[in-house]
């Protein structure tokens, strides 16, 4: 592992314009959203910020200061707005700070960004944000990617490392995928004993939007799927399978 420091915030000034031009730029995104009963409110920033530290030791790269707030929660992908410590920003507010932080690298120097995001909800939000700063037209040479980790895990991972079934993404909100990466990433935030197995294995929401947001839709844990099963052998598992994704996509992406 390099001694050299890799995170932008603790870089001095120099350092950062000795390698600014020459490496790419992580930009963990997430979000402050309720996580069930067993984890923090920010997991959602927490999994990328740690995933791109791990990444950036083997390319190299530099990983900025994560972006938290983040674009409304919604109850059908298990939060929802109604809990108590989930803080969102405006649609149009995200859009407009991705827009901000990419412009202020690039005017840096920076020429490789990857947004490494946590939180579906922000995925619309941040691809605005980028195709405004670098058009179809843009001819600079300059690149963006956007990354949202879990579309990076492969049918035949979660197979082999859930034999017991896999209950989707549609479901995986604090539960087994967030569960087994927290343990493995930050264990020291993981309240193993308010894992229930009461928790139904699984809850439908419903897919349609209503305005003011329905209570109910969410359980009171705040999950729509047990987290009995994760583990931190899992979630290593998954740290690796992610590590190696993310680093032959970034490679590719940036010759």
């Not at 930009?27 to 009963?37: D, F």
């Not at 990419?102 to 960004?113: K, V």
């Not at 037209?137 to 990354?147: F, M, N, Q, S, Y």
Request: glycine share 10%; no cysteine; hydrophobic share 45%.
């Amino acid at each position: 592992m390099s001694s050299a420091r890799i995170e932008v915030a603790y870089l001095t000034w120099q350092e950062f314009a000795d390698r600014i031009g020459g490496q790419i730029v992580i930009i963990p995104v997430g979000s402050v959203e309720q996580h069930g009963p067993h984890l923090p409110l920010g997991v959602d920033a927490l999994i990328p910020y740690h995933l791109a530290l791990r990444v950036a030791e083997r390319l190299p790269a530099l990983v900025a200061p994560p972006i938290w707030y983040a674009g409304p929660s919604d109850p059908a992908s298990g939060g929802g707005q109604r809990f108590p410590g989930t803080l969102a920003v405006r649609g149009t507010t995200l859009i407009a700070l991705t827009m901000d932080i990419l412009a202020e690298f690039f005017r840096q120097g920076a020429r490789r960004i990857v947004l490494l995001n946590g939180h579906f909800e922000n995925t619309a939000f941040l691809a605005e944000g980028a195709r405004r700063i670098l058009p179809p037209e843009d001819a600079t040479g300059r690149k963006v990617v956007l990354i949202n980790w879990w579309e990076h895990v492969p049918a035949d991972t979660l197979a082999g490392l859930f034999p017991e079934g896999f209950p989707g993404w549609e479901v995986e909100h604090a539960s087994l995928t967030e569960t087994s990466l927290m343990q493995a990433l930050a264990p020291d935030l993981v309240h193993l004993e308010r894992i229930g197995s009461d928790i139904p294995r699984r809850r439908p929401v419903p897919r349609h939007k209503a305005f003011p947001e329905p209570p109910g839709l969410v359980p009171e844990t705040g999950i729509l799927y047990t987290a009995a099963g994760a583990s931190a052998a899992r979630g290593g598992a998954l740290v690796q399978v992610l590590l190696d994704a993310l680093g032959q996509l970034m490679a590719q992406e940036f010759d």
